[in-house]
């Protein structure tokens, strides 16, 4: 009982993939646990089998498939997969596996916080996008009165496995949402990767090596500040600006912060001291890689600045209707909460 307690407070991330997964369900204190698979259609057809011809102990598990994407992040989902596990009489030691992207993943931590009064859960994330920011961090939620992430718990994953080998079935599209975020991890904590990761060929593949170095620098933020209150907003550079484009543009998340961070960049030239260079040296790297995109993106009007002003406000960094953003006096050298004027926002809008 004392080792379930340990694993439930310290979440462990394990970046030799599957291998060590399958090493490590092989010790004694994991015999004789019973598992629940929880997937969608896509991870249960493009990565399920990889997961369990890995690691034997999850040849036994059961499956819960719940709808793709961000459809599943709801209560009544969440519902229907407690009901699965109280029928097949889950107990306190059941270990829910989140095989998927950030939906599938935010929705099991947020099913195995709840379940009688919280279960172990293992997040095995298959987007690029999760493996270096969603799955890690203990952040979960549903989706709720329409607004996103709006009931959750910080409830760190027991295991997360960093596997690269998922990545190989992404569309372009949802690889470049990750580098986006990766890069911003980078351009907040580590000048250097930022450096490399914008001069790596648009085509070149993400390698192991640059994911655990990405995952590390997350959680490192989040170990420093795990309840988001102060230094881990800096993993938010972006964010104000992508959150309003998402929204607007009906943009996947990773893309709307990529441009975000343009607009950020740009302002932290303006205020913060950055130095122009590289705010122009992104604007080449972003325009190239946005190039061979089928989402429609087209320069933005008074119009529809005016409109997404408000959806900026909402946003959960701004305090009593000022906006704030996350801006960078350097790159790794990020300020919080730094107060931005409306004539800002939409002079950097005007810059995109
Ligand atoms: N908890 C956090 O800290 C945190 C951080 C960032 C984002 N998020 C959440 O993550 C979600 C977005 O996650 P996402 O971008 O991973 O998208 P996603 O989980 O919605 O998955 C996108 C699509 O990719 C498919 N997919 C998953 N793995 C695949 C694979 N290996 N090959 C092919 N297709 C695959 C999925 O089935 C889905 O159709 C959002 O709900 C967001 O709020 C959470
Ligand atoms: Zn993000």
Partial sequence: MHVIVAAMKQSKILYGGLRSLARLLQRPEWAGTRYTILLDENTFQLCLPQLISSVEPLQEAEFIEVPVGEECKSLEVAAQVWQTLLEGGADRSHVLVCLGGGSVCDLGGFVAAGYKRGIRHINVPTTLLAMVDAAIGGKTAVDFSGVKNSIGFFYPAALTVIDHVFCDTLEAEQALCGKMEMVKTAAVCDPALYRFLISSNSESRIQNSELAQVARLKARVVKSDPYDHSIRKILNFGHTFGHAIELYCSLPHGLA??????????????????????????????????????????????????????????????????????????????????????????????HL
């Fill in 257 to 350: 912060v990529g441009i975000g961070m343009k607009a950020a960049l740009y302002l932290s030239a303006k205020k913060t001291g950055l130095p122009e260079g590289v705010y122009h040296e992104y604007s080449q790297w972003l325009k190239k890689e946005l190039v061979n995109l089928t989402s429609n993106l087209s320069s933005f009007t008074l119009k529809d600045i005016e409109r997404m002003l408000p959806l900026m406000r909402q946003d959960k960094k701004s305090a009593d209707g000022e906006l704030r953003c996350v801006l960078l006096q350097d790159l790794g050298a990020a300020m919080i909460d730094v107060p931005v004027s409306d004539h800002e926002v939409r002079d950097a809008f005007l």
